[in-house]
């Protein structure tokens, strides 16, 4: 992990197309603005963390749902 100090208007460049600026400090917040290309997806943390449960969610439903399918197709075969 990397750990920077940026005062305000200052910021930070990522690779070739994404920039990170300090743009407003109020007490403990601090506020970013985030330049990235349209092909990159930008979340705050716990959005992302909710998306990845639910994606990894809905593989487990579908997995499921597809034992379910399997089973029933053999026993149509059967009959």
């Given at each position: ?65 597809l034992s ?12």
């Amino acid at each position: 992990m990397l750990i920077l100090t940026r005062k305000l208007g200052e910021g930070i460049v990522i690779g070739d197309g994404i920039r990170v600026t300090v743009v407003d400090i109020r007490g403990k917040q601090v506020k970013l603005a985030i330049e990235a290309p349209r092909d990159v997806t930008v979340h705050r943390e716990e959005i992302y963390q909710r998306i990845v449960e639910e994606n990894r969610q809905a593989v487990s439903a579908d997995s499921t749902r597809l034992s379910e399918i399997a089973s029933m197709w053999k026993q149509r075969k059967k009959s």
